[in-house]
């Protein structure tokens, strides 16, 4: 796949491409150019330039003559083989699959170059977890050189940044074959690939740039040549900056420009960044975010970074890779949020993946729930098992496997404490790769390497030099064999010196081996105060160590079968009382997941509760709470829809400290307050924050000073601010405030949808808006404009704006007493070519049939109107037998008509019945709450040829109909395949009515998707009928049944419909006549399919009760 914006490139690319393959040797060493003319229409002439070194004869002798051509294809095929496999992050220890077989999309964006995170990645990761369900754009691996719009040119330094594991180097690697293959990247002819970590065995070399390249590419003989040439497109990637132990110095490097003169490689390196070295070619870094600060800011012409996985490229992973068991493994990872946040990570995937989808085979589905992985800790536990056990040719680790698990780990106990001491001295010196001389200084026998699960874990890198290079398959991997050291350690009666030196002298004295709760509190006051967090993990790793669960796992290899309760206490009340300390809220956010890790709920669980009874609101919380807000938001599965701080002390402090919590949410709502200018410059912090997710702002039933409404439109201008919809609705402001809010308006700013509801406006604030709809910059698309009382002028004002204006596709001027003379202009406007409205709602209003003939050359001649509501007008008969002279024309484009609450009878059925036959276009009608009886039902079903009509939507609710009519429907049933989604709701069909429908159901080629018949008088005599014609097709996704007469002899049928309707998502029970023990059996249906919601009386929320309650009034 070609860049985008690079036409004129990529056309002088192939051109000169072209003429490379058109060049040929002949006898002697010369060099004959023999191009091809294709479809010649006048003169051509061809100029042929000689003075290229690779074709000009030297006076030493015969001119050295490169095939570049045939050296590309060489080169790209060294390169296909280097990237062809993916080792590392299978689902499977060991497995050696096809790259582009199992890789996974990454969630990559344009980063902010002086945005350089300061905490552990880990932390990093949990924090970010909830952006990946926002809208961010998202770039392609093969677009990162493309052109970005604040640049006139593609990038020529690129640094892309993201955690470990996050996908760096695969990313790099897919790009290289994508190159290599000849499907992306076309601008470049040659690609140069240098992983840090090997560049790291030549730091104390001098080279020059060719060296280096002949180094890794031997293949290149004449590399000097190459990279002279400017007419040759080069691309240096450099990958895994964090892992470089050259320190690159941008102020003290000297200045060289010569790519044959040779110097130390940090020096090179400084020197091709600047531009020093080849100008011409372009260079790609991939670092750590840390790691990333070595590269000033100016330097770089394009920052990106991986986000990791989104949620559903975790589930593409896991279906990937556990293929049989994705279902239930995501639905056992569903069931931890702290796991499922961890998977952002693709490493951690992998890791979860193999530990779940060897426990499948031991446990059943119910005793995973209770013996699976619950914290992090477990999880690595369990991978250490199971990669001891694959080397063992063992199946599961169940119970049966206790003992020989328990010898294994025995008989390992010597590596995994070598492997230990070389992750827990490292990881103090922040040192990530290792040498021959590590391994040997710290007691790692080479000999483990080379088999066994060792060989997994501490994954040695290809010798291209002739040295031999070492790294932890994972940061985290490092980390855990650090804590499992010191856990092993201290029960030999040693402390390694990390920890002994954060003892007091005291201590040291009085007890000769301290106990595991003094080693922990010894490390967690040291990773409390350390900036940088690089002993969070360690510490988190640690304080699990010491569980029940986790030394029940590592029996054999831990002395201690049992749990210390005083142990685990007592770090637990330390931890807590650490929290209370003026730390920094990453470090607070990470003390708390170690209380995670203890199995120490009680300050998680009293913040919920108090969450439930509105203790947020008061703003009494301490600053520990506030961190304890985000650990529950991250680590629990509540709704980060909505935050509402209508019931806030809105004092400075309260507002600053939950900036952290409510920058979490898509939504934040503001109800009945007066916004005062503080409150502004919270919000409008708030929305300009890097990392927010508020995407929506309701600020409704307000007061909103002019100064407050200034400052709100000045955030709204930023362009880090990314707030889509706003919400004023009952809210008052004067006209200088209209002026402002128009002028975001007018212009390409993010806000695309606008609720301007119950504010009234007048005439002059109308005009303001129509003006802003002119503009040609004005890209506003959804504009509410409900409950105005909008008068005559008014609505002549919005037609004026609305005729040409190009990017508004949504228009609701409901519940405004719009009368015939209102809406003439707004119709006339639709027939204007600019106009693009996709939307029209127009209900709750007083149109009658004298509008429709009006409306008639709308949907004939706008080609852009797709749905049109006029819910709860005056239309009648008349009204409706106009506008099916419109829908039976092949130039009406609707797809979707509501005339429900228009005072219709069965006398316009048959007309609106040829209408839908002959309409190709329409998809939805909704005819509900009218008088139509079981006549105007077979007036409108007994319509023969009806192959034009690809209806696929009836709302046919409220209309009085009974079993009679149900023969007529189901003959309309099977006729009209298209229909998957039919509304009966409040008629009277009875189980009599319900069965004929069956009928139909089961005849039809194609099945129901929605099926809806709320309050019909249904019993347990349809219920068999009902759900064995559903499950023939196994395409329903909704059924509402509440409101009727279902009781628990009825259990067994539902049960057999979750069983085998596989695509169902919800179904509605509430209101029927089950005991409380028969909605418990309806609600454990639940437990037996991912996103499946069973609603009863019992967990129906008060949210979806006043929903019933007002459909029922309704």
């Known amino acids: 796949m070609e860049h985008g914006g690079h036409n004129s490139s990529s056309l002088a690319d192939s051109q000169r491409q072209a003429l490379l393959r058109s060049q040929q040797t002949v006898q002697g060493g010369s060099t004959a150019v023999c191009p091809t003319f294709q479809n010649i229409t006048g003169p051509v002439t061809v100029n042929l330039q000689t003075t290229d070194s690779r074709w000009r004869e030297t006076p030493q002798g015969p001119r050295d003559v490169v095939d570049i051509a045939g050296l590309i294809d060489h080169h790209k095929k060294v390169l296909r083989e280097r990237v062809k496999y993916l080792i590392e992050y299978t689902s499977r220890p060991g497995e050696k699959v096809l790259l582009t077989e199992k890789f996974t999309s990454l969630w990559i964006t344009d980063g902010d170059c002086s945005a350089i995170s300061q905490r552990h990645e880990v932390m990093d990761i949990e924090a970010k977890s909830r952006r990946a369900t926002c809208d961010a754009p998202s770039l392609d691996y093969t677009e990162i050189f493309s052109c970005p719009q604040q640049l006139h040119k593609p990038p020529r330094i690129t640094l892309t940044k993201g955690l470990a594991g996050i996908g760096k180097t695969i990313c790099v690697h897919m790009f290289v074959h994508d190159w290599a293959t000849s499907s992306a990247a076309l601008d470049f002819d040659f690609l140069f690939m240098f992983p840090f970590r090997e560049l790291n065995l030549l730091s104390g070399s001098k080279l020059s740039v060719t060296q280096l390249v002949q180094r890794y590419y031997p293949h290149i003989e004449k590399a000097a040549s190459l990279l002279k040439d400017p007419g040759i497109k080069s691309l240096f990637i450099f990958d895994g900056l964090d892992e470089s132990r050259l320190r690159l110095d941008f102020g003290k490097s000297p200045e060289i420009g010569d790519p044959e003169h040779a110097m130390r490689l940090r020096v090179l390196l400084v020197n091709l960044i600047r531009g020093n070295l080849l100008p011409h070619a372009s260079v790609w870094i991939t670092s750590r975010p840390g790691a990333a600060r070595q590269i000033p800011a100016p330097h770089i012409d394009r920052m990106t970074e991986i986000q990791g996985f989104r949620d559903e490229e975790k589930e593409e992973y896991f279906y990937k890779n556990c293929k049989g068991r994705a279902e239930e493994i995501l639905a056992s990872v569903k069931r931890q949020p702290s796991l499922f946040t961890m998977c952002y990570v693709p490493a951690f995937c992998w890791i979860l993946a193999t530990v779940l989808?060897?426990?499948?085979?031991?446990?059943?589905?119910?005793?995973?729930?209770?013996?699976?992985?619950?914290?992090?800790?477990?999880?690595?536990?369990?991978?250490?098992?199971?990669?001891?056990?694959?080397?063992?040719?063992?199946?599961?680790?169940?119970?049966?496997?206790?003992?020989?698990?328990?010898?294994?780990?025995?008989?390992?106990?010597?590596?995994?404490?070598?492997?230990?001491?070389?992750?827990?001295?490292?990881?103090?010196?922040?040192?990530?790769?290792?040498?021959?001389?590590?391994?040997?200084?710290?007691?790692?026998?080479?000999?483990?390497?080379?088999?066994?699960?060792?060989?997994?874990?501490?994954?040695?890198?290809?010798?291209?030099?002739?040295?031999?290079?070492?790294?932890?398959?994972?940061?985290?991997?490092?980390?855990?064999?650090?804590?499992?050291?010191?856990?092993?350690?201290?029960?030999?009666?040693?402390?390694?010196?990390?920890?002994?030196?954060?003892?007091?002298?005291?201590?040291?004295?009085?007890?000769?081996?301290?106990?595991?709760?003094?080693?922990?509190?010894?490390?967690?006051?040291?990773?409390?105060?350390?900036?940088?967090?690089?002993?969070?993990?360690?510490?988190?790793?640690?304080?699990?160590?010491?569980?029940?669960?986790?030394?029940?796992?590592?029996?054999?290899?831990?002395?201690?079968?049992?749990?210390?309760?005083?142990?685990?206490?007592?770090?637990?009340?330390?931890?807590?009382?650490?929290?209370?300390?003026?730390?920094?809220?990453?470090?607070?956010?990470?003390?708390?997941?170690?209380?995670?890790?203890?199995?120490?709920?009680?300050?998680?669980?009293?913040?919920?509760?108090?969450?439930?009874?509105?203790?947020?609101?008061?703003?009494?919380?301490?600053?520990?709470?506030?961190?304890?807000?985000?650990?529950?938001?991250?680590?629990?599965?509540?709704?980060?829809?909505?935050?509402?701080?209508?019931?806030?002390?809105?004092?400075?402090?309260?507002?600053?400290?939950?900036?952290?919590?409510?920058?979490?949410?898509?939504?934040?709502?503001?109800?009945?307050?007066?916004?005062?200018?503080?409150?502004?410059?919270?919000?409008?912090?708030?929305?300009?924050?890097?990392?927010?997710?508020?995407?929506?702002?309701?600020?409704?039933?307000?007061?909103?000073?002019?100064t407050a409404m200034k400052q709100l439109c000045v955030a709204l201008k930023n362009p880090d601010c990314k707030l889509q919809k706003i919400s004023l609705s009952g809210t008052y402001f004067n006209r200088r405030s209209w002026e402002d809010l128009t002028a975001v308006i007018k212009k390409k700013y993010t806000v695309s949808t606008l609720d301007l509801s119950f504010t009234f406006p007048e005439h002059p604030a109308i005009t303001l808006l129509a003006a802003a709809l002119k503009d040609r910059e004005c890209r506003l698309q959804t504009l509410i404009l409900v409950n105005n009382d909008l008068d005559i002028p008014c609505c002549a004002e919005l037609a004026s704006g609305l005729s040409k204006n190009q990017s508004l596709v949504e228009l609701n001027l409901s519940h405004n007493q719009l009368k015939d003379l209102h809406v003439m202009p707004l119709f006339g406007a639709l027939k204007e070519p600019k106009c693009k409205l996709q939307t029209l709602h127009l209900n709750h209003n007083m149109i009658s049939s004298s509008s429709c003939q009006a409306l008639v050359p709308v949907l004939t001649q706008n080609q852009a109107l797709l749905s049109l509501s006029l819910t709860n007008n005056k239309l009648r008969n008349a009204g409706v037998q106009i506008l099916c002279s419109a829908l039976k024309s092949q130039d009406c484009k609707l797809q979707k008509l509501s005339l429900r609450h228009n005072s219709l009878t069965y006398d316009c059925c048959e007309e609106l019945a040829f209408a839908v036959k002959e309409n190709s276009g329409l998809l939805e009608l909704d005819i509900g709450a009218n008088r139509i009886t079981d006549s105007g039902v077979a007036l409108l079903c007994q319509v023969p040829e009806t192959k034009n009509s690809k209806m696929q939507c009836l709302r046919v609710s409220l209309n009085d109909l009974s079993a009679s009519c149900c023969q007529d429907l189901a003959s309309l049933l099977v006729e009209l395949r298209t229909i998957n989604e039919l509304h009966l709701n409040f008629n009277v069909l009875g189980d009599l009515g319900v069965k004929c429908l069956c009928m139909a159901f089961k005849a039809r080629d194609t099945g129901m998707e929605t099926l809806s018949l709320k309050r019909n008088y249904l019993t347990d005599e349809c219920c068999e009928d009902l759900v064995s014609s559903l499950c023939v097709k196994n395409t329903l996704k909704f059924l509402d049944l509440s409101f009727n007469g279902f009781t628990d002899n009825s259990l067994e049928h539902f049960r057999h419909l979750v069983l085998h309707c596989a695509n169902l998502e919800e179904i509605v029970l509430q209101a029927n006549c089950f005991t409380p023990q028969g909605c418990k059996e309806l609600e454990k249906l639940m437990d037996s399919r991912l996103n499946l919601q069973v609603i009863t009386e019992c967990n129906l929320s008060e949210s979806k009760k006043f929903a019933f309650e007002k459909d029922w009034l309704w």
């Open 357 to 706: 989808e060897h426990a499948m085979k031991s446990f059943s589905e119910t005793n995973l729930r209770a013996r699976g992985p619950k914290t992090i800790t477990e999880v690595y536990s369990n991978f250490l098992i199971v990669m001891i056990m694959y080397h063992q040719d063992k199946q599961g680790h169940g119970v049966s496997e206790r003992e020989k698990i328990s010898d294994l780990l025995r008989a390992k106990r010597p590596a995994i404490l070598s492997l230990g001491r070389l992750a827990f001295h490292c990881l103090k010196a922040q040192k990530l790769a290792f040498s021959q001389k590590d391994l040997e200084r710290f007691g790692v026998d080479p000999s483990l390497l080379c088999e066994g699960f060792c060989k997994e874990i501490l994954l040695e890198e290809e010798p291209i030099f002739q040295h031999k290079a070492y790294v932890f398959m994972h940061l985290t991997m490092q980390e855990y064999f650090a804590a499992l050291y010191v856990f092993l350690l201290h029960q030999t009666g040693q402390h390694p010196s990390l920890l002994t030196m954060g003892l007091t002298k005291k201590i040291r004295v009085l007890f000769s081996r301290p106990s595991f709760s003094d080693v922990c509190r010894s490390a967690c006051k040291k990773a409390a105060w350390s900036q940088s967090g690089h002993l969070d993990l360690f510490l988190r790793f640690l304080c699990g160590l010491s569980t029940g669960r986790n030394l029940q796992l590592l029996q054999g290899l831990s002395s201690e079968g049992v749990s210390r309760r005083e142990d685990t206490g007592r770090t637990a009340v330390y931890i807590q009382k650490t929290l209370h300390r003026d730390i920094a809220p990453e470090r607070c956010l990470n003390l708390l997941y170690c209380l995670n890790e203890l199995n120490d709920g009680g300050i998680a669980d009293r913040l919920k509760e108090s969450l439930r009874e509105g203790a947020l609101a008061t703003g009494d919380l301490q600053a520990t709470e506030y961190s304890a807000i985000a650990y529950v938001l991250q680590t629990s599965s509540c709704d980060m829809q909505e935050f509402d701080i209508t019931d806030f002390t809105f004092t400075d402090e309260v507002l600053w400290r939950i900036l952290p919590v409510a920058k979490l949410f898509r939504t934040i709502k503001l109800v009945g307050k007066n916004v005062t200018n503080h409150l502004m410059n919270f919000l409008g912090a708030l929305l300009i924050l890097s990392r927010s997710q508020v995407q929506e702002l309701r600020l409704e039933d307000t007061e909103v000073s002019v």
